[in-house]
């Protein structure tokens, strides 16, 4: 469709986008209605949960994927690459980061895309900088916060995301680590790299952010639903204030457990944040549960395994540390400022 | 004929790049020479950052994610 008939497909997509969305809550108090429980219950208040977050979470990503596809279509790996080369650090990190939010990132290609910077001569702490910041903060997890929380939460997670990319970034560029790098990455010389943009067509656009949402949400779409169905269980089952003894923010050892937890665990921002709307419902604090949200989303075991080909085991218990102080220092202020 | 390589450390978009080259290679009726190039070091001497990559003929011809079949069916016509 979007071949042969690139603007209509694009417009009737777009109208049929906006009276999904702007039905969405008739559309789950039917449903709701008409559901053989008692909506007082445990269960109903967790199907309700479930049925008004389903469908918007879902809808709400395919909108953003599609226009982020076609907004990535300006940014490949190449070009970021293109970008960060030989610019003085600090303002090269600072870059990176932001980059980080709009190139298209998946961990399958963080090994060719470390390598890339490497041979372009990116400094290692740039490098990291884009690492951290690329899966952390990107469209899904912003807009997301947006959907659900409102603009002042995903502009505080834009803001401490980038900071934490930028500072760790720069803290591990001081640290001189490329002794720690696999020896074959250490031999690689670094070469000129010409860079040739690619000349697309509106229409390829178009055609690109359909297929980043049928790439996309073909992937997530079982993150959302088990985070949703857990946020679902914890909307439902858990008594009203009962986070606050334990999440709350006077407890000081909450931040760290958080971080902790959420290290090992991989999902995409998509299945977490159903998970961190629930936990706030019932008092967990803010600082708490975006600190887990950030590390759970930007680091996790199947990423470590894949970059341990270029890595060496040192290496990356260094980079987790790191990353991990970052937002952890992150919750720790957010709740002591709040 | 025209050799095709399929650049990528065996990523599920990879696998289906793949396939999709033989796939459409079938349909058409024509023969190509086709291999997967696995290796890290291998991919890099390409220069592809985003897997997977395309390569006819030791040109690159595409970079990160699954070719559309337009794409694919322009490159075997070609061959």
């Known amino acids: ?338 | 004929m025209k050799t095709f390589k399929v650049l990528g450390g065996g990523c599920n978009n990879c696998k289906i790049t793949f396939k999709l080259i033989t796939d459409i290679a079938d349909e058409l009726g024509k023969t190509i020479e086709i291999e997967k190039v696995e290796d890290i070091q291998d991919i890099m001497a390409y220069d592809v950052m985003s897997t997977p990559g395309v390569v006819i003929d030791e040109n690159v011809v595409h970079r990160g994610g699954i070719p559309t079949r337009k794409q694919v069916i322009e490159w075997i016509e070609k061959a």
């Open chain 1, 1 to 338: 469709m979007f071949n042969k008939y690139p603007w209509p497909t694009f417009l009737f997509a777009i109208i049929v986008w906006i009276l999904l969305y702007s039905n969405l809550v008739v559309f789950a108090d039917f449903v709701v209605s008409v559901l053989p429980v008692d909506p007082e219950s445990h269960l109903g208040q967790a199907l309700a949960f479930f049925i008004y977050d389903a469908p918007k979470v879902v809808l709400l990503l395919s909108g953003v994927v599609f226009f982020m596809g076609i907004i990535n279509s300006w940014f490949t790996p190449e070009k970021t690459r293109a970008l960060l080369a030989g610019r003085p650090l600090g303002l090269a990190n600072i870059l990176a980061a932001s980059l980080g939010v709009v190139t298209p990132f998946c961990s399958c290609s963080a090994v060719p895309l470390f390598i890339g910077f490497v041979q372009a001569g990116i400094p290692l702490g740039v490098t990291f900088s884009f690492l951290i910041a690329a899966p952390m903060v990107n469209e899904i997890a912003l807009t997301l916060l947006f959907g659900l929380f409102g603009w002042k939460i995903a502009l505080l997670y834009l803001t401490l995301g980038l900071f934490v990319a930028i500072i760790g970034g720069i803290v591990l560029g001081r640290l001189h680590l490329e002794k720690y790098l696999e020896q074959w990455v250490q031999d690689i010389p670094t070469k000129q790299l010409s860079y040739e943009s690619v000349n697309l067509t509106f229409p390829d656009r178009l055609q690109l952010g359909y297929i980043a949402v049928k790439d996309i949400v073909g992937k997530v779409w079982i993150y959302i639903l088990i985070g949703i169905g857990v946020g679902a269980f914890i909307h439902g089952y858990i008594p009203e204030n009962f986070l606050a003894a334990f999440m709350g923010k006077d407890v000081w050892w909450s931040v760290p457990l958080a971080v902790i937890i959420g290290i090992p665990m991989y999902s995409s921002a998509a299945g977490v944040i159903p998970v961190v709307q629930a936990l706030l419902a019932k008092g967990a604090a803010l600082g708490t549960a975006l600190a887990f949200m950030m590390s759970v989303v930007a680091l996790s075991l199947p990423e470590m395994i894949i970059l341990r080909k270029v890595l060496t085991l040192k290496l990356i218990g260094i980079f987790i540390s790191i990353v991990a102080s970052g937002i952890l220092l992150v919750g720790l202020i957010f709740n002591l400022v709040l």
